[in-house]
């Protein structure tokens, strides 16, 4: 499990993969976060806006794996950037109160199922208001920033 996650905005792939060695400095808008899988994460909120109530079990889960796409892969040294899938970055900039909650709960769920589930639910809703914030920045930007998770 990555030690260190954080979701940033970028203007393009170039600029994001570009923080693979650096972290994403003060200069891009960002949040950082720990004790979660961000890539499993996002996978989650995908089904969770994909198919709301549905439960997915762990090999459907695979073999329908809409994973995110990495700019900067994984090497050595444990470090990637992917980007926020479109569809997830809209429906989480759409979302209200309730429907971020019910992502929440949806989502710790599937942590308690995979046994992982080391964040509390006030955690928990903290990261995902918190991307949900910036999904909203990246869509009011009218294409101009992406949403991007470094981890290490």
Same mark, same amino acid.
């Given at each position: 499990?990555?030690s260190?996650?954080?979701f940033?905005l %970028? ?17 891009l ?6 004790g979660?899988?961000?890539?499993d ?5 995908t089904?969770y806006?994909?198919?709301?109530g ?11 794996g ?5 700019v900067?892969?994984f090497?050595n040294? !444990? ?5 926020v ?8 900039? %759409?979302a209200?109160p309730?429907e971020?909650?019910?992502?929440? !709960?949806?989502?710790?769920e599937f942590?308690?199922?995979i046994n992982?589930?080391?964040l509390t639910t006030?955690?928990?809703? %903290?990261?995902?208001?918190?991307? %949900? ?6 869509v009011?930007?009218?294409?101009q920033?992406?949403l991007?998770?470094?981890?290490f």
């Open positions: 499990m990555p260190e996650i954080t940033f %970028a203007p393009d792939d170039e600029t994001a993969a570009l923080t693979r060695n650096s972290r994403p400095g003060r200069a808008r960002s949040l950082t976060f720990h979660f899988d961000p890539d994460a996002v996978v989650e909120w089904r806006f994909e198919a709301p549905r439960q997915f079990a762990d090999d459907e889960r695979l073999s329908l809409n994973w995110p796409r990495y900067a892969d090497l040294d !444990g470090v990637g950037v992917f980007i899938p479109e569809n997830v970055l809209v429906a989480l900039a %759409a209200g309730d971020l909650r019910g992502l929440v !709960g949806h989502w710790g942590l308690v199922r992982d589930d080391e006030d955690e928990k809703l %903290a990261v995902v208001e918190g991307v %949900a914030q910036l999904a909203a920045a990246a009011a930007s009218a294409g920033l992406r991007y998770c470094w981890q």
